[in-house]
């Protein structure tokens, strides 16, 4: 039952994850082009974090027990009965915090100091948040390499190294405006502290058990999305918080503009566009028609000799509903090894032509050699250089190379989800 209120509770969370605000609060101080606006009117309107009028204070700190607070939020343990001692000297009875630090110790969020004190004032580092986070998550072998990626590697602290790289693996973390930073003893700001939350809600199946509050979410139905014939799956599962698309759905969704596979390059972005509603058969709209989803490409192989056709490897990892909701989704081509190449008719065409040009220039080669020694055989020139000359042109277009990978704007593609997508209610 346990596994169960878990598991439910992590469906719920990602639900609410994904809503981007309805302008319940307004913020004076984040416009909408912020980097972390998404995230800090998530955080604002699911209660998590809070405002002071109506300014968020985005480069503000955040205090150990600020943060507290909010990471009970997230864990939907703010209510958690106290049964425990404080242990603390330096918070009284008197504290509005004063059950939330005893929370915290109870569950083992936020340990205090060896000398007694839990220090609630203090301003967290990004190393500490990224040490809390960690601490809260499933364990996994961290792959330490991905720090190497980071130009401040060096900075981060011996105690905080497995830390960063389990966060890093897992992507819970904030490194803004330099994706190339760490910044691991640089005090953590409010915007920051907004982009892990968000992002640890997001990913709240990751979250140990012990450390879940009990959230129930109610499934209303089943239903089955117009998808792509012969896709693995169909199911979509209706509940009152959200649309739960199921791994192995396909769908269609066209070019939102020209691509060529000679000029791509790998991780540049890639992006597509829902041309009408993609529902299910019961009439739930889905992805609405003008969703956005935004990818990048994973690798493209050249041409190669004998006529093999250029591959574009690209994956889907977000989509962006017309009412600002985001998704978090892991798509890829819904095609064989999940490529995108030219299709036989485009090659059939290029071998066309080679044959359709091989066979002019033999006929004009078959006229010219009838025509020296006797003009009156020109017919059986033609007759001979024709279908040598088609031969040879055919011949020659199996052994070139194969063609590049070119799409229209507004070109359709079928993509299948590799993962669950979760789309919340409004």
Known sequence: MRKLLVGLFAAGVVAFSTTVPSSAATISDVSSDYWANVEINNVVDNNVMSLSGDKFNPEGSVSRVEFVQSLLKVL????????????????????????????????????????????????????????????????????????????????????????????????????????????????????????????????????????????????????????????????????????????????????????????????????????????????????????????????VTDPKWFNKNARVYVQISEAVLPDGRVVDMVAKPFYKNYELKEGPWMTAGKLALYTVSGGAIGTGAGVGFAFIPDPTKIGTGIAIGTPVGAGVGLATGLITKGLNYHAKKGEEINVILLKDASVSNK
């Open 76 to 299: 939907t343990n703010d209510n958690l009965d106290v049964t425990i001692n404080n242990i603390f000297s330096d918070v009284k009875k008197c504290d509005s915090y004063y059950s939330d630090v005893l929370r915290s110790q109870q569950l083992g969020l936020v340990y205090g100091y060896p000398d007694g004190t839990f220090k609630p004032s203090k301003l967290m580092s990004r190393a500490e948040t990224q040490s809390v986070v960690s601490h809260i998550t499933k364990d996994m072998p961290a792959d330490l390499s991905i720090l190497n990626k980071y130009i401040d590697a060096d900075k981060v602290p011996a105690w905080a190294r497995e830390a960063e790289a389990k966060t890093l693996n897992y992507g819970i973390y904030a490194n803004y405006p330099n994706a190339n930073e760490l910044r691991p003893n640089d005090i953590l700001s409010r915007s920051e502290a907004a982009v892990i939350l968000y992002r640890l809600r997001q990913k709240a199946g990751l979250i140990k058990s012990e450390y879940v509050g009990e959230e129930l979410e109610k499934t209303l139905a089943t239903q089955h999305l117009v998808g792509v014939k012969k896709a693995p799956s169909n199911e979509v599962v209706i509940t009152d918080q959200r649309s739960i698309v199921k791994e192995g759905n396909a769908f269609v969704v066209a070019f939102d503009e020209k691509f060529k596979s000679e000029i791509a390059q790998e991780g540049e972005g890639v992006n597509f566009i829902a041309t009408d509603d993609i529902s299910t058969t019961e009439g739930t709209v889905i992805f609405p028609k003008g969703t956005k989803f935004s990818g990048s490409v994973l690798n």
